[in-house]
């Protein structure tokens, strides 16, 4: 958990370099610099894959209850890389002016959709096709900065909706660490509150 943002993005570029897997994206800012840092992707789990690095998502940190309706709040360093848990296409990206701050949605194939807040820099626009495992924004959440939203602490809010209900990420993240790929339709809908 004490790990630096810097940190990260070295240990998976020099992770994905490894095995070739490596490209470079534009960054559309939230009014912080621009940059076009080489970026790693995030390896699938079947047709899923976790939505920030690994090393950030130990069980502890997957099965924190949320503060009310069923989503998962991971606590990561401002400028943490985070992905797109499926192939889809993106149907929200920028800062909402509102709670979720700099927001990504993405609906996969399957018409779940799946909720990223308060990013920092949001990496893709809306109508954009994403593939599984793509870099979708970099995390925030300092409370008062560019697309906290209502966040008080650096982290990332993930929500994951099925027939626009709400379902708990803590179980899909349990399964895709242990290299199951439950789909959203099986995640519980109560217990993560
Ligand atoms: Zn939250």
Redesign the pocket.
């Known amino acids: 958990m004490k790990a630096t943002a810097a940190c990260v993005v070295t240990l998976s570029v020099a992770l994905l370099a490894s095995i070739g897997v490596l490209v470079a994206l534009p960054v559309l800012a939230l009014g912080a610099p621009t940059s076009t840092a080489p970026v790693a992707a995030s390896i699938p789990i079947g047709g899923y894959a976790l939505p920030l690095p690994a090393n950030f998502l130990s069980t502890a940190a997957v099965q924190r209850h ?2 009310d309706y069923p ?1 998962l ?1 991971i606590p990561v360093p401002v400028g943490t890389a985070a992905f797109a848990v499926a192939a889809g296409t993106i149907i929200a990206a920028g800062d909402d002016g509102a709670r979720c701050g700099g927001t990504v949605i993405l609906v996969d194939r399957r018409s779940n959709r799946f909720v990223y ?1 308060h990013a920092s820099q949001v990496l893709v626009e809306p109508g954009q096709r994403v593939d599984v495992g793509e870099l979708i924004l970099l995390t925030g959440g300092r409370r008062g900065a560019a697309g906290a939203g209502d966040s008080t602490g650096p982290h990332l ?1 993930f929500g994951v909706f099925v027939a626009g209900t709400a379902r708990c990420p803590q179980s899909l993240l349990l399964a895709w660490l242990a290299g199951v790929a439950l789909d959203p339709e099986a995640a519980a809908a109560t217990g993560c509150t």
Do not use: E, G, V
């Open positions: 949320h503060h989503a709040d807040c809010h």
